[in-house]
C-alpha cells in the first residue's frame, strides 16, 4: 500500500494523523495546501503545512486547533505594546520555526527544502510537501471587494458574505517536484490510491489541484482517487466550507461535495449521518461507502483511514 492524502486545515491534518499512524513512513506523503500562506511581521507564515507538521510531530494545540503545543504569547504581547498588528497570532514557539523558515528562504532554499529540514528536526519521518515552491495567494472575493484568505478566515472570522475565489499566481505555479517523482514511482513501489481529505473543497483543495498539470499528473497515476466530504448532515465539522456552500447558492451536502470532485475522483466517502444519499452519488459514476467520518479521538482517525484504506482497496 502506498498512499498520497492531498489535504489542508485541521480537518485534512486529522485524517493525515490517522495514516500516519498505520502505514509506514514510506506508504504515505501528503500533498498541502499553499494558498493560504502569506506575509505577516515580516515572516512567511504556511499556517497548513505548521498545522500537518504539529500534527504528525505531536506539538499541536489540540486546545486552540492551531499553533503549537504549551505556547506562551510574551513576543504579542510586546508587539501589542508597540502597535503591531497582532490578529494573527504567533506564540513564542511558534516563532522560532517562522524565524527559521524566514532564514533559509532567504538563503535561496526552496519552501519544500524548507519543510523537509522543519520536519527532519521535529521528528516527521513522513513526506511532508508543499503543493508547489511558487507563491500562491488565495483570495476570497466578497459583495465589498477582495480579501486576502487570512484577512477572511482570521481577522474578519469569516463574517463577510462569499461570492467567489481567486488563486493569485496560479498560472505561474509549477508542481513540486517531489510531487511529481512520487506520483511517477517505479513499478516497484507505486501508488495505491489517491486520497482528498476532509478539507475544504474551495480553499484547501481547489489551489492544490489548481496547480497546472496537477489534475493530469494525478489522473495519470491510474489508481482509485477518493474523496472523503467535509461536509455531515449539512453541516462542516470544523470551518466555514458550509457557510461558503451557501452563499455561493450550492447546497451544503455530501453530494454538492462529491459532484464538485466528480471530473476527477473514482469514489467517495460520506458519513453514517448522509445514510441515503449514496444513490444520488452513485447517479454522479462514483463508488460510495458510508462510516463515521467525523474524528474526535485519535481512534476515530485511525479507524477513517483503516475505512478509506480498505474502500480504497476495494
Known amino acids: 500500500m502506498r498512499v498520497l492524502a492531498l489535504t489542508g486545515g485541521i480537518g485534512g491534518a486529522k485524517l493525515a494523523l490517522g495514516f500516519a499512524k498505520i502505514l509506514e513512513p514510506d506508504e504515505v506523503a501528503f500533498v498541502v495546501n499553499t494558498g493560504d500562506d502569506f506575509e505577516h511581521l515580516g515572516f512567511h507564515i504556511s499556517p497548513d503545512v505548521d498545522t500537518l507538521v504539529y500534527t ?33 497570532r504567533l506564540g513564542d514557539r511558534d516563532l522560532a520555526l517562522h524565524v527559521y523558515r524566514r532564514e533559509r528562504l532567504a538563503e535561496g532554499a526552496t519552501l ?46 469569516c463574517q463577510p458574505a462569499v461570492t467567489g475565489f481567486e488563486f493569485d499566481g496560479i498560472a505561474d505555479a509549477s508542481i513540486s517536484p517531489d510531487i ?50 467535509p461536509i455531515v448532515a449539512g453541516r462542516a465539522i470544523k470551518g466555514p466550507t458550509a457557510k461558503m456552500m451557501r452563499e455561493l447558492d450550492i447546497p451544503a451536502s455530501a453530494t454538492a461535495v462529491a459532484r464538485h470532485y466528480r471530473d476527477l475522483i473514482t469514489g467517495f466517502v460520506l458519513d453514517e449521518c448522509d445514510v441515503g444519499r449514496e444513490s444520488e452519488i452513485a447517479d454522479l459514476g462514483l463508488a460510495t461507502v458510508v462510516t463515521q467520518t467525523v474524528m474526535s479521538s485519535l481512534e476515530d482517525r485511525i479507524a477513517l483511514a483503516r475505512d478509506v484504506l480498505v474502500f480504497a482497496g476495494a
Do not use: K
Open 56 to 88: 504528525l510531530s505531536g506539538e499541536a494545540n489540540v486546545d486552540s486547533g492551531w499553533g503549537r503545543r504549551d505556547e506562551s504569547w510574551h513576543f504579542m504581547d510586546a508587539a501589542q505594546d508597540l502597535g503591531m498588528q497582532t490578529w494573527f
Open 180 to 229: 511529481a517523482g512520487l506520483v511517477g514511482a517505479s513499478a516497484s513501489h507505486p501508488l495505491s490510491a489517491i486520497v482528498i481529505c476532509p478539507s475544504n473543497p474551495f480553499v484547501s483543495v481547489d489551489p492544490i489541484l489548481g496547480v497546472p498539470g496537477m489534475r493530469g499528473l494525478l489522473a495519470s497515476a491510474g489508481v482509485p482517487i477518493i474523496a472523503v466530504s
Open 112 to 157: 519544500t527544502e524548507v519543510t523537509r529540514e522543519i520536519c527532519d528536526r521535529l521528528g516527521v519521518i513522513q513526506s511532508v510537501l508543499p503543493m508547489s515552491d511558487d507563491p500562491v495567494r488565495t483570495r476570497v472575493l466578497t459583495p465589498d471587494g477582495a480579501l486576502a484568505f487570512q484577512h477572511y478566515f482570521v481577522r474578519d472570522r
